[in-house]
DNA sequence: ATCTATGCATAGGTCGCCTACGTATAGCCT
DNA sequence: AGGCTATACGTAGGCGACCTATGCATAGAT
């Protein structure tokens, strides 16, 4: 039923890296935080995030604990790590190097 | 050897798109412009590019026949089709929706 | 003769994303 | 009491895009 659009492949990373520099937040969130931030443009698939929560905290980019959501029930919450600052950090100039690259073609 | 980057997925088909409304262009010449036309940044591998130029021509965007190219050597040429065109002017609006949502995270 | 650039194409693999499920609890409405 | 919705995590299976590697073929340069 979402008016919302697939994500542009390879971004995820990138949002949830982005997303959990501001706060540290469990998936749910996450998926709500993009969705509105990108005023219902972007959804976040559950069966794209959790995949991609695990291969991001594999990689030490993130790490986890179960807390109490505000709304009392369990969810694990993830922060970032020093190295994934620095991934975003890279990652973020990487996908503006690609996005110029793609405008000067369509230009 | 390339210094050039991957791209970023699904955008091939727009660049594609692109390319061929500006100018009727065979496979090398169309990775060839978009590589010149990004400074290097864009590679378009060869496997990616001639089977992406037959799903584009199955779906009606494009159409081909085999020509002399300027160097003497038979290459297929391809073109936009009218429903090419739609296509590709809605792909652009899609991709530029999509980059902007995802700025707006990002920012 | 050999190498490089030009040019097309396929086979096979990887990987990211999605659809569809399944589980579970809190809160609200009837 | 029962059912619905929102919150919350997770997996299984599939699809499709992209890449690597390979093969073929010719023109021009060295």
Do not use: C, N
Request: glycine share 8%; aromatic share 6%; charged share 20%.
């Amino acid at each position: 039923m979402a008016q919302t659009s697939p994500l542009l492949p390879g971004t995820l990373d990138l949002l949830i890296l982005k997303t959990l520099s501001v706060q540290s937040l469990h998936g749910y969130g996450i998926a709500q935080h993009v969705q509105r931030l990108s005023a219902d443009v972007l959804q976040v698939e559950e069966g794209s995030l959790y995949p991609a929560l695990q291969r991001l905290q594999l990689k030490g980019w993130v790490r986890s604990k179960w807390k109490q959501s505000p709304t009392g029930r369990r969810a694990r919450y993830y922060e970032l790590t020093a190295p994934g600052k620095k991934q975003l950090t890279a990652e973020l100039k990487g996908f503006d190097q690609l996005i110029q690259a793609i405008r000067a073609v369509l230009a």
